[in-house]
């Protein structure tokens, strides 16, 4: 792609690595997004070498500096966790100047994303068809609740909304219980991860084309996408896939089940699952737990019989580990062949030394709370790595991007903060 002068700048100098050595190097981002579908987007971004500029309102900033802070005056850790290596620029849409302000920084960029509630970015005078006329190479992406076309569209959506609408919650909890919101916020950053792809992909087709194009995510969407063996299940039963607990989905096998581990916390459980395709797991579980007497067992004999009576197999695999630790139980069968997980909770993985030397969790050094943890990039290249940098302060950026991509005086710069724009 052509990159012009002013892209191959490193603006403002804080930059702890060549853009021209990431994946995404020249690629600038207007991020308009706030809370976590879009951030989440921006932020996989910024994490393969994008300079994400992540424009705020005066004063206040973004919506999610201020959720559920621990401490007052504190970005909150939830905008820590979803906003690392962005740069910040404030800008009060409001304002005729701030709008030229911004204006001016799509003229110069890449991709644009927003996602306000239905209508809000078109009531700015920010559409689609009139971004698209101010630079017609730009990649134009949001996210919403619900398809624009649909009878949902001005809906407004959070995660749990969406995975209501999108069949998760139907498919969640126990057999015969209500259903029940899973603890992954897979609508929010699965929208995100969905738009990110659509980015990259338009930014491909623009190699070709020279121009851009609009990318469109429903969080409704999203989350159909992630509930396919769901799907699988439904044809399978000619009815709506069921709640089914810990139990698979698509019928056929057991063990499938979280199991008790010593020394009984509210964690201390492993999760066995054994193929439908055949027996050779279900037969190296027995040999581990001392068991080979089930081996002819009409029972267990076959997945589909062990799927019929899966309480007895439940039964049978807790009397074993219910006395082991949940990480013994993990190596014990891992080694064996046999799929098993021990659960995991947020402390255990974020401590993790093996996680902390892959760079899954990172540590940054946030100048208002000092060195604080995260989850860092999860995709992994191995001609392009971009360091972990903390979130921005609000407006941390203002002038060096200004000043430097737009040629904004500090005398023009000092008014326009004074007068609220920026």
Known sequence: ????????????????????????????????????????????????????????????????????????????????????????????????????????LIEKSDVLIENFAPGTIERLGFGYDEVSKINPRIIYAQIKGFAPEGPYADYLAFDAIAQAAGGSLSITGEEDGRPIKPGLNVADTGAGLHCSIGILAALHQRATTGLGQRVEISMQDAVINFGRIAYAAQANRGAAAPRTGNQSILAGTSPSEVYPCAPGGPN????????????????????????????????FNTPKNRQTNYKQVDA???????????????????????????????????????????????TVDHPQRGPVTIPGSMIKLSASHVPAKAAPLLGSDTDAVYGDLLDVSREELATLRAEKVI
Not at 23 to 50: H, I, K, M, N
Not at 326 to 346: N, Q, Y
Request: with cysteine; charged share 25%; proline share 4%.
């Open 268 to 299: 201390d459980y492993v999760y066995v699952y054994t193929t439908r395709a055949g027996n050779h797991h279900w037969e190296r579980l027995l040999a581990v737990i001392g068991r080979e007497d089930l081996l002819t067992d009409e029972r």
């Open 1 to 104: 792609m052509t990159i012009d002068a002013a892209s191959k700048k490193t603006l403002g100098g804080t930059d702890s690595a060549p853009r021209h050595h990431t994946a995404l190097a020249g690629v600038r981002v207007v991020d308009l997004s706030q809370f976590e579908a879009g951030p989440s987007c921006t932020q996989t971004l910024a994490w393969l070498g994008a300079e994400v500029i992540k424009i705020e309102a005066p004063g206040r900033g973004e919506q999610g500096r201020g959720a559920t802070s621990d401490a007052p005056g504190m970005d909150a850790h939830f905008f820590l966790i979803l906003n690392s290596n962005k740069r910040s620029v404030t800008c009060n849409l409001k304002d005729p100047r701030g709008r030229d302000l911004l204006k001016r």
């Open 316 to 362: 049978i695999v807790a009397e074993w580990t219910r006395t082991r630790e949940k990480r013994d139980v993990m190596k014990l069968f891992g080694e064996a062949g046999i799929p098993a997980s021990a659960t995991f909770d947020t402390m255990e993985l974020s401590l993790d030394p093996t996680l902390r030397k892959r760079g899954t969790f990172v």
